[in-house]
C-alpha cells in the first residue's frame, strides 16, 4: 500500500475516532508495556530523566500514561505518518517533539538524540520487524530499552475465515479481503527469534489473547475501520460503502462474530557493551 494511501486512512478515518477504542485492546495493551516497564525498573524514580521515541505515537496516548505512571522525568519525542495524529497528540503533550513521516524513516529523524526508550507499538503492520530492529538498536543508549507492541498474522482467525466465505465473495464482486498480508510476524517465536538475531537482550514477552465480539456490523465497523485494525482491507473491497440491503444480509448470514486477536507484547534491551 502507498505511503499516501496509508496517510489518508489516518488522518481522515482513523485519527477522529482513535481514542474511542472500542473493545479496549489498545488501552489494554498499553497497559501491560507499562506493566513490563516497571516490573524491570526502568521507571524509578533514582533514575535520571528519560529520552523516549515513540515511533507510531498515534495520538500519545502511551506518553501520557507512560508519564502519569513513571516516577522519572520524561521527555518526549514522537514520530507518526499521520499529521493528524501528531497534532492530537501534541495537544495532548504540550512538550512533544515530533516529526510527520513514515516509520521505515526512523533513521532520518532525531539524528542528535539516543534514547533511553524507543516504542514501537503496532507498528510492524506496515514496518516489517526485520527492517525496524535494527533502526531501533542504532537509535537506543547502551542499557535502553525497547517496548514493542504488535499482531501476528495469526490474530483474526474467525474473521479470516469469514472473509473468504462464498457470502462475501458474491457481496464483493468475487472479491474478498486478505486479512493477513500484513507485515506482521508469525507469533511470539519469530518475535523472539529477530529480536535475539539484532543482539536485543529479551527482558520480558507475552502473548495477549483479547477477546472480540461484534453484535452487528455497525459494532464490527466501529471497532475494525474507524478503530484502524483492518482499515485497508475493509476499504480494499469497499465494506465502507456497504448499502443497507447488503448490512442486512451481513447482518443475518454473519453476525454476529466472536473472534480472538494475538498480540506480542515485548521488553527488549541493548546490551550495555557490545563486548
Given at each position: 500500500?502507498?505511503?499516501?494511501?496509508?496517510?489518508?486512512?489516518?488522518?481522515?478515518?482513523?485519527?477522529?475516532?482513535?481514542?474511542?477504542?472500542?473493545?479496549?485492546?489498545?488501552?489494554?495493551?498499553?497497559?501491560?508495556?507499562?506493566?513490563?516497564?516497571?516490573?524491570?525498573?526502568?521507571?524509578?524514580?533514582?533514575l535520571?530523566?528519560?529520552?523516549?521515541?515513540?515511533?507510531?505515537?498515534?495520538?500519545?496516548?502511551?506518553?501520557?500514561?507512560?508519564?502519569?505512571?513513571?516516577?522519572?522525568?520524561?521527555?518526549?519525542?514522537?514520530?507518526?505518518?499521520?499529521?493528524?495524529?501528531?497534532?492530537?497528540?501534541?495537544?495532548?503533550?504540550?512538550?512533544?517533539?515530533?516529526?510527520?513521516?513514515?516509520?521505515?524513516?526512523?533513521?532520518?529523524?532525531?539524528?542528535?538524540?539516543?534514547f533511553?526508550?524507543?516504542?514501537?507499538?503496532?507498528?510492524?503492520?506496515?514496518?516489517?520487524?526485520?527492517?525496524?530492529?535494527?533502526?531501533?538498536?542504532?537509535?537506543?543508549?547502551?542499557?535502553?530499552?525497547w517496548?514493542?507492541?504488535?499482531?501476528?498474522?495469526?490474530?483474526?482467525?474467525?474473521?479470516?475465515?469469514?472473509?473468504?466465505?462464498?457470502?462475501?465473495?458474491?457481496?464483493?464482486?468475487?472479491?474478498?479481503?486478505?486479512?493477513?498480508?500484513?507485515?506482521?510476524?508469525?507469533?511470539q517465536?519469530?518475535?523472539?527469534?529477530?529480536?535475539?538475531?539484532?543482539?536485543?537482550?529479551?527482558?520480558?514477552?507475552?502473548?495477549?489473547?483479547?477477546?472480540?465480539?461484534?453484535?452487528?456490523?455497525?459494532?464490527?465497523?466501529?471497532?475494525?475501520?474507524?478503530?484502524?485494525?483492518?482499515?485497508?482491507?475493509?476499504?480494499?473491497?469497499?465494506?465502507q460503502?456497504?448499502?443497507?440491503?447488503?448490512?442486512?444480509?451481513?447482518?443475518?448470514?454473519v453476525?454476529?462474530?466472536?473472534?480472538?486477536?494475538?498480540?506480542?507484547?515485548?521488553?527488549?534491551?541493548?546490551?550495555?557493551?557490545?563486548?
Amino acid at each position: 500500500m502507498k505511503q499516501e494511501e496509508i496517510q489518508r486512512q489516518y488522518d481522515e478515518v482513523i485519527a477522529p475516532h482513535y481514542d474511542l477504542d472500542p473493545l479496549s485492546v489498545t488501552g489494554r495493551s498499553l497497559s501491560r508495556a507499562i506493566a513490563q516497564l516497571k516490573s524491570e525498573g526502568c521507571l524509578s524514580g533514582v533514575l535520571p530523566s528519560m529520552e523516549v521515541l515513540d515511533v507510531g505515537i498515534g495520538t500519545g496516548r502511551f506518553c501520557e500514561q507512560l508519564r502519569h505512571e513513571s516516577d522519572r522525568d520524561i521527555r518526549p519525542y514522537g514520530l507518526d505518518i499521520s499529521r493528524q495524529m501528531i497534532e492530537l497528540a501534541m495537544a495532548r503533550i504540550p512538550d512533544l517533539i515530533a516529526e510527520v513521516d513514515d516509520g521505515a524513516n526512523i533513521g532520518v529523524h532525531f539524528e542528535t538524540t539516543s534514547f533511553d526508550l524507543v516504542c514501537t507499538h503496532f507498528v510492524t503492520g506496515f514496518v516489517p520487524l526485520e527492517q525496524l530492529a535494527p533502526e531501533i538498536f542504532s537509535k537506543l543508549k547502551p542499557g535502553g530499552c525497547w517496548s514493542f507492541i504488535g499482531g501476528t498474522s495469526q490474530g483474526f482467525s474467525k474473521l479470516q475465515q469469514v472473509s473468504r466465505s462464498p457470502l462475501i465473495k458474491l457481496l464483493f464482486g468475487g472479491h474478498s479481503p486478505r486479512l493477513n498480508d500484513l507485515r506482521t510476524p508469525t507469533d511470539q517465536a519469530e518475535v523472539e527469534r529477530s529480536l535475539r538475531n539484532h543482539s536485543f537482550e529479551i527482558c520480558e514477552i507475552e502473548t495477549f489473547l483479547p477477546q472480540l465480539q461484534f453484535r452487528n456490523f455497525d459494532e464490527f465497523m466501529a471497532f475494525a475501520w474507524k478503530g484502524g485494525w483492518l482499515t485497508p482491507f475493509i476499504e480494499d473491497v469497499g465494506l465502507q460503502n456497504a448499502g443497507r440491503l447488503t448490512q442486512l444480509l451481513l447482518n443475518q448470514f454473519v453476525f454476529p462474530v466472536k473472534d480472538c486477536h494475538q498480540i506480542v507484547i515485548a521488553l527488549a534491551r541493548k546490551p550495555l557493551s557490545d563486548c
